[in-house]
T-cell receptor, first 117, second 114 residues
Framework: NAGVTQTPKFQVLKTGQSMTLQCAQD?????MSWYRQDPGMGLRLIHY???????DQGEVPNGYNVSRSTTEDFPLRLLSAAPSQTSVYFC????????????????FGSGTRLTVV | AQSVTQLDSHVSVSEGTPVLLRCNYS??????LFWYVQHPNKGLQLLLK??????LVKGINGFEAEFKKSETSFHLTKPSAHMSDAAEYFC????????????FGTGTRLTVIP
C-alpha cells in the first residue's frame, strides 16, 4: 500500500541513549518532515526536507538530527535522549512545489510513541 | 506567516446534535486552511481544505467548514454528531515560509455523549 511508513510504533529509551526513528514513503514525494505531538500543543515541526540532500530546521530542532540521502527515506535521530523528548512523532510527505501544500496535501505516517525514562 | 487559533480545547456534544469547532486564522493575505482529524491512537487524516475556490467547503464524513474573511474564521461544523466522530481535530495552515511546512492549532478534543 502506498503511503508513509514509520518504525517503530513504540519505543522506550533510557536517558542518554540514542536511537533513530525511521520514515519511508513510496509516493516519490520530494518534501518530507517530522513533527512531534504533545498534549495541548498540537503538532510542532522538528525538521524538514525539500529533496534528497537538503534539510532544514523547523520550530523545535534541538536534540534531533536528520539526513536525506534518498527521496524515499527521512530518518530522525535522537543523539542523547532526554525525558523532554517523550512524545508522539509523526512523519509526513508531500509534493514539494513551494506553497502548494494546499493543493497536494500531506500524507502522514501512523506515528511513533516514544517514552524516555 | 499564517497561524491559526483553536478557541476550544474540548467540546462535548450529545449524539445527533450539531457540532461546532472554532478556528480563527491570522494572515496578511488570503490563506489556505485545512482541518485534520486524529482518532485515538491513530495518525492524521485530512477532513477538508480551503484553497480560495469556494467559501463553503465540504469534507468527508458529513463535515463542512465556512471561510469567513470578515471574521477571520474557518469553523468546522456537522449537522448531527455520531459516536464515531469522537476524536481530536486540528485546524492547520501552511506557514508560507518558503517550504510546505504546516502550522497546527493546539487541537480540539470532541466528545460525543450517547
Amino acid at each position: 500500500n502506498a503511503g508513509v511508513t514509520q518504525t517503530p510504533k513504540f519505543q522506550v529509551l533510557k536517558t542518554g541513549q540514542s536511537m533513530t526513528l525511521q520514515c519511508a514513503q513510496d509516493m516519490n514525494h520530494e518534501y518530507m518532515s517530522w513533527y512531534r505531538q504533545d498534549p495541548g500543543m498540537g503538532l510542532r515541526l522538528i525538521h524538514y526536507s525539500v529533496g534528497a540532500g537538503i534539510t532544514d530546521q523547523g520550530e523545535v530542532p534541538n536534540g534531533y538530527n536528520v539526513s536525506r540521502s534518498t527521496t524515499e527515506d527521512f530518518p530522525l535521530r535522537l543523539l542523547s535522549a532526554a525525558p523532554s523528548q517523550t512524545s508522539v512523532y509523526f512523519c509526513a510527505s508531500s509534493y514539494s512545489i513551494i506553497g502548494t501544500a494546499a493543493n497536494y496535501g500531506y500524507t502522514f505516517g501512523s506515528g511513533t510513541r516514544l517514552t524516555v525514562v | 506567516a499564517q497561524s491559526v487559533t483553536q478557541l476550544d480545547s474540548h467540546v462535548s456534544v450529545s449524539e445527533g446534535t450539531p457540532v461546532l469547532l472554532r478556528c480563527n486564522y491570522s494572515s496578511s493575505y488570503s490563506p489556505s486552511l485545512f482541518w485534520y482529524v486524529q482518532h485515538p491512537n491513530k495518525g492524521l487524516q485530512l477532513l477538508l481544505k480551503y484553497t480560495s475556490a469556494a467559501t463553503l467547503v465540504k469534507g468527508i464524513n458529513g463535515f463542512e467548514a465556512e471561510f469567513k474573511k470578515s471574521e477571520t474564521s474557518f469553523h468546522l461544523t456537522k449537522p448531527s454528531a455520531h459516536m464515531s466522530d469522537a476524536a481530536e481535530y486540528f485546524c492547520v495552515a501552511p506557514t508560507q515560509t518558503g517550504a510546505n511546512n504546516l502550522f497546527f492549532g493546539t487541537g480540539t478534543r470532541l466528545t460525543v455523549i450517547p
